[in-house]
C-alpha cells in the first residue's frame, strides 16, 4: 500500500469517526452482515471483542468506556465552541480582544464535567476545582487545542477572565439517530446470539464503529455514537496578552529581527510525525504543515504526491527564541532524521522527491547555523539547506493530525509517536 493510499484513506477513516481499536477482528467465519437503518443508512456490520475503555460511559454500567481522543476532533461541523453562560470579570481589562493568528498567553484550566475521564492530549487539562490553572501560549486559530478554546479566547478581551465556560470536549452532541435496535433473528446462522452483550464493538463496513449498549431476549440495541458524544469541559480562562507573530515567512537577509517569536520551516519526510515532534517541544507556541520550495501554486496533497510540482512536505513552526533556540529545533529534526540525513529524497520507507529533507532558513543567521549544523554530518548528508520560499498550506486533516488521532501533545511528552495515528 502506497503512503498516499494509506493517508487518503485515513483522511477517510476520519471523515467516519474512526475510533483507536486495541483488539482483533473476528474475520472468515466469524464475519456476519447486519442489516440496520442507522441515520437512513444501511451497513453491514463485522464483529469485534469487548474492549476496556476510560471515560465517559455508554449505556449500562457495564459498557467500556474510551481510552483516548476520537479522530472526530477533525470534524468541525460537530463542534460547537462552547455552551451554557460564562462570565467576564478583570479589574482594568483591554476592550479589544484577542486576533486569529496572534500569539496569546492564557492562564487556563479546563475541568472535565461529570464522569468524563480524558486522556490529558494537551496542556491546561486539571483535575479538580482546587487545582491551579495552567499557562499557555498558543498561535490563535491554529490549531493544537480544542476548537472551542480558540473561540472563547478570541471572544475574551485581553486582560479579562472568562469563567465556567462550558466547551465541548471535541466530540460532538449525542446523536439519537446513530442509536439502533434489531432483532437477535436477523444475526441468522451467521454468529451466535450469545456473543451479542453489553460493550462489545461492532465495526460497519463504512469503518465506523458501533458499541452494543442493550440485549434483551429478543433484539439488541447498538449505538454509533462517539463513545465521549457529549463530553465537555469546564473552562476557566484569563487572556493575558496578546503578540503580533513573525511578519516575514520567506527568506530575507534581517527577517523578523525586531520580532519576539521566530518562524522555522523544515522538511523531515512525512509530516504527521514531525509536526507532533515539535508541538512537544517547550518554546514553540505553533505549527502548520504544508508544501514548499516547489514551483506550483497552491498544490493539492495528490500533486505533490505525484512529484510533479517539486514540493516537499515540511512544517512551520513559530517558536520563542527565550526558551527553545534555532539551533534546538534544528537538532531536533535532525536527530528525529537519524541514518536517513544520508539518503535522498527518502525518508524510512518513504521515497519520492515529495520526502526529502531540508532545511529552510529564514534570514542571514539561520543560514549560518543551518549551514553549520548539517555541515557537521559531513558531505554524505542529504539534507537540503536553501532558502525559505513560499509555504503552502496542506489541506485542514493533515494539520495537528496525530493530535486529532488521540496521541499527546503536551509538552516535554515523551510518549513514543506513531506516524500513523
Known amino acids: 500500500m502506497t503512503t498516499l493510499t494509506k493517508k487518503l484513506g485515513m483522511q477517510k477513516a476520519i471523515a467516519g469517526c474512526l475510533l ?7 474475520r472468515s467465519a466469524d464475519a456476519f452482515a447486519l442489516k440496520a437503518s442507522v441515520a437512513n443508512e444501511k451497513f453491514g456490520i463485522g464483529f469485534r471483542s469487548p474492549r476496556s475503555r476510560a471515560g465517559r460511559s455508554r449505556g449500562s454500567s457495564s459498557s467500556p468506556v474510551v481510552l483516548s481522543v476520537s479522530s472526530s476532533l477533525s470534524q468541525p461541523e460537530q463542534i460547537d465552541g462552547s455552551t451554557g453562560a460564562s462570565s467576564a470579570s478583570s479589574s482594568s481589562p483591554s476592550s479589544q ?3 486569529r493568528g496572534s500569539i496569546v498567553t492564557v492562564d487556563c484550566r479546563l475541568r472535565p464535567v461529570g464522569d468524563f475521564v ?7 487539562i486539571v483535575f479538580g476545582d482546587e487545582s491551579n490553572p495552567q499557562r499557555i501560549s498558543f498561535v490563535l486559530g491554529q490549531g493544537n487545542y480544542l476548537p472551542g478554546l480558540h473561540d472563547l479566547v478570541a471572544s475574551t478581551p485581553i486582560g479579562a477572565k472568562a469563567t465556567d465556560v462550558c466547551l465541548d ?17 436477523s444475526l441468522g446462522n ?3 446470539a450469545s456473543r451479542i452483550k453489553v460493550g462489545v464493538e ?3 463496513s463504512s469503518g465506523v464503529s458501533a458499541i452494543v449498549t442493550k440485549v434483551t431476549d429478543s433484539d439488541f440495541t447498538i449505538d454509533a455514537n462517539p463513545p465521549l458524544a457529549g463530553a465537555s469541559y469546564m473552562a476557566d480562562i484569563e487572556v493575558i496578552r496578546a503578540e503580533d507573530g513573525p511578519a516575514d515567512l520567506v527568506y530575507k537577509p534581517t527577517a523578523n529581527a525586531d520580532s519576539k517569536y521566530q518562524v522555522a520551516t523544515v522538511a523531515g519526510g512525512c509530516f504527521w510525525g514531525v509536526e507532533l515532534e515539535f508541538m512537544r517541544e517547550p518554546g514553540v507556541v505553533g505549527t502548520k504543515v504544508g508544501y514548499t520550495q516547489g514551483h506550483a501554486v497552491e498544490p493539492t496533497y495528490q500533486e505533490v504526491c505525484t512529484g510533479a510540482t517539486g514540493h516537499s512536505e515540511a512544517m512551520m513552526i513559530t517558536f520563542d527564541p527565550a526558551i527553545v533556540s534555532y539551533d534546538r529545533l534544528l537538532h531536533i529534526m535532525l536527530d528525529r532524521l537519524g541514518e536517513d540525513k544520508y539518503l535522498l529524497n527518502q525518508v524510512k520507507q518513504d521515497k519520492g522527491t515529495q520526502y526529502r529533507h531540508g532545511v529552510y532558513y529564514h534570514n542571514d543567521e539561520q543560514r549560518s547555523i543551518a549551514e553549520r549544523i548539517v555541515g557537521s554530518y559531513g558531505d554524505d548528508c542529504k539534507t537540503e539547506v536553501l532558502p525559505a520560499t513560499v509555504m503552502y498550506n496542506a489541506e485542514e486533516y493533515h494539520q495537528q493530525y496525530l493530535l486529532k488521532g488521540g496521541q499527546s501533545a503536551r509538552k516535554g511528552d515523551q510518549t513514543p509517536i506513531r506516524c500513523y495515528g
Request: a negative charge.
Open 97 to 99: 480582544c484577542p486576533t
Open 202 to 204: 461492532l465495526m460497519m
Open 20 to 26: 483507536l481499536m486495541t483488539s482483533c477482528c473476528f
Open 190 to 192: 451467521s454468529i451466535e
Open 118 to 124: 480524558p486522556e490529558p492530549l494537551f496542556d491546561g
Open 169 to 185: 470536549a471535541g466530540w460532538g452532541q449525542w446523536n439519537p439517530q446513530l442509536q439502533a435496535t434489531m432483532s437477535l433473528e
